[in-house]
């Protein structure tokens, strides 16, 4: 971990993978492993890159034979810090979730941050990049753009994951691009870290927003203190009449006690809100700084957390999908 600014608890470090130029070829003498435009060994059908703004920039995209052009969905999944595409595809499950469920699923690659020394996402107030930050937002916009016209999704059906620091991601992308996206699920991530809710502009469109976050997590605490946002902050932030504008709150119960710990709350849910939008949040109890593969809603194992079910999905991608499936844009 690393503290950004000398303040904000840095992400816990996932595979890092550097971004090589848009070759393939070997760059090093006789005997280099030679990188797709992935920056990853190795040739890979679902490698692909687009340019932003002058700059190569790289993803992997998953299309499974069930995929109906126009009507089925397309699902972005943003990696953590020091993370790659590749690892997020190999860990998450998400390739086998997709084959289930018929949705094209791609894994954007983050850039270097010259202050950090890995890969990370430009989100909100991030100045690890200084005067070099890349258009991330309009990486992902036009990544929209490029496989709205490639494969054809369901215009409707545009929604953005993230973990940890693909989490701060989505929270960005879901108020500066919600006029494309319908939904987004965030694990283990928050609103801005380092930052204020309060200097976060109001979404663009309404948008729907889960965030999954365990109580546990020593790397982004649920109950964070400023400059990171909690989960607190960041569900009032979605719900409030800037944002969602959402009428009903199922529960009167903080996510945080005064203490700025956890309570014992399992889930949080704001109904009533702008454009058939809802707002949810769900606690797992014991649950880390993980994209969790396994069942969630064993009782006396941990995470654990009663609201999860065979409806609601017990791992993180049947969560996500679960909820993704049922807020499409209106």
């Known amino acids: 971990m690393e503290n950004r600014n000398g303040s904000v608890i840095r992400l816990a470090p996932l595979l890092f993978a550097v971004l090589a130029a848009c070759s393939g070829s070997p760059t090093g003498s006789s005997g280099t492993t030679a990188l797709n435009a992935c920056g990853e060994t190795g040739s890979d059908s679902e490698c692909r890159t687009i340019s932003v703004g002058g700059v190569e920039r790289a993803y992997l995209l998953h299309v499974p034979s069930n995929f109906q052009a126009g009507t089925s969905a397309l699902v972005i999944a943003l990696h953590g810090s020091q993370g790659s595409g590749l690892r997020l595809k190999e860990t998450s499950g998400l390739d086998e979730e997709s084959d289930k ?100 502009p109001a979404p663009v469109a309404p948008v729907s927003v889960l965030m999954i976050h365990g109580d546990q997590d020593p790397t982004v605490p649920c109950c964070s203190v400023a400059p990171v946002a909690s989960q607190e902050q960041s569900f009032d932030y979605w719900i409030s009449p800037s944002a969602d504008a959402c009428t009903t709150v199922d529960t009167n119960q903080p996510i945080c006690d005064a203490q700025g710990n956890p309570t014992s709350l399992p889930e949080k849910d704001a109904t009533g809100c702008k454009g058939n939008t809802e707002v949810k949040f769900y606690r797992l109890q014991g649950g880390v700084h993980l994209w969790y593969t396994v069942p969630m809603n064993i009782p006396g194992q941990t995470p654990f957390n009663p609201a999860l079910n065979g409806t609601t999905g017990v791992t993180t991608d049947a969560i996500l999908w679960t909820f993704f499936a049922s807020h499409p844009k209106q």
């Open 101 to 200: 469920k018929g949705f094209a699923v791609v894994y954007p690659y983050a850039l270097v941050s010259p202050g950090a020394g890995f890969t990370e996402w430009n989100e909100f107030f991030n100045h690890s990049f200084g005067s070099s930050a890349p258009d991330d937002v309009g990486f992902i916009r036009q990544l929209i753009l490029t496989l709205q016209a490639q494969i054809n999704p369901s215009p409707k059906k545009i929604f953005v994951t993230g973990l940890s620091n693909g989490g701060f991601m989505a929270h960005r992308i879901a108020v500066q691009l919600s006029d494309l996206v319908a939904a987004i699920g965030v694990v283990e991530g928050t609103l801005v870290s380092p930052g204020s809710p309060s200097d976060v």
